[in-house]
């Protein structure tokens, strides 16, 4: 079965350009999520989707960062205008809510690097 | 916000050895999820908790949920060098419902006893 696909894997990009992150759920998951991972914050949730509608995007820094999913197969993360800071590993992350508790699968992630 | 205590933050391991990490938090959980990240990897679901005292085993990993539902532990058996990685657990409080509320640890590094 086919995991959590993220594109692109690796991205390097100048100050000021705008960067779109982009994601492919597990197909049939009702969650989305977006995840960022830095070294001195460690795994933070972005943002997270129920059934393609944002449920909470309070850890999402600032309106420089937004996020759609425009149906159940696929997600956008934009940062515009990209800043050094926004350098991270951003992941992707869908699951299934079931009775008795429910689990998250993460992409292999997009590594994000502003020069 | 609420926080993981994971626990030991590093250590090194000699191939044979077993090892032991825990999270810990002020709050209660509903549910306990150990995963493994690989260097240029995303994190993989190692182990899934879902009942206070639960204990389950993935083949050499075996881990539970803490009786205070404010604890887990992972245990690796006989240590293999593809142990090595980082190891995250993560707590959710709300029971199946807010899906968004799941709370990572910082990680716990394993590696190779040089």
């Known amino acids: 079965d086919a995991g959590v696909i993220q594109s692109p894997r690796h991205e390097v990009t100048e100050m000021g350009q705008e960067v779109t992150l982009r994601c492919k759920p597990i197909?049939?998951?009702?969650?989305l999520f977006w995840y960022r991972q830095t070294m001195m914050r460690g795994l933070e949730l972005l943002i997270y989707?129920?059934?393609?509608?944002?449920?909470?995007d309070s850890g999402m820094p600032e309106d420089r960062f937004s996020a759609k999913m425009p149906n159940a197969s696929f997600s956008t993360l934009k940062i515009q205008p990209s800043e050094p800071r926004d350098s991270a590993v951003y992941f992707c992350?869908?699951?299934?809510?079931?009775?008795?508790?429910?689990?998250?699968?993460f992409g292999e992630g997009s590594w994000l690097t502003v020069v | 916000g609420q926080q993981l205590n994971q626990s030991p933050q590093s250590m090194f391991i000699q191939e044979g050895e077993d090892v032991s990490m825990n999270c810990t938090s002020s709050s209660i959980f509903n549910t306990w999820l150990w995963y493994k990240q690989d260097p240029g990897e995303g994190p993989v679901l190692l182990i899934a908790l879902y009942k206070a005292g639960e204990l389950t085993s993935n083949g050499r990993l075996t881990a539970q949920f803490g009786i205070t539902r404010k604890d887990s532990f992972l245990n690796i058996s006989a240590s293999i060098p593809s142990d090595v990685g980082i190891y995250f657990c993560a707590g959710r409080q709300n029971y199946g419902g807010s899906q968004g509320n799941l709370i990572f640890g910082k990680g716990t590094k394993l590696s190779v006893k040089p």
């Open positions: 989707f129920n059934n393609n509608v944002p449920i909470d």
């Open positions: 992350a869908s699951s299934l809510r079931r009775a008795g508790g429910n689990t998250i699968y």
């Open positions: 197909s049939g998951h009702d969650y």
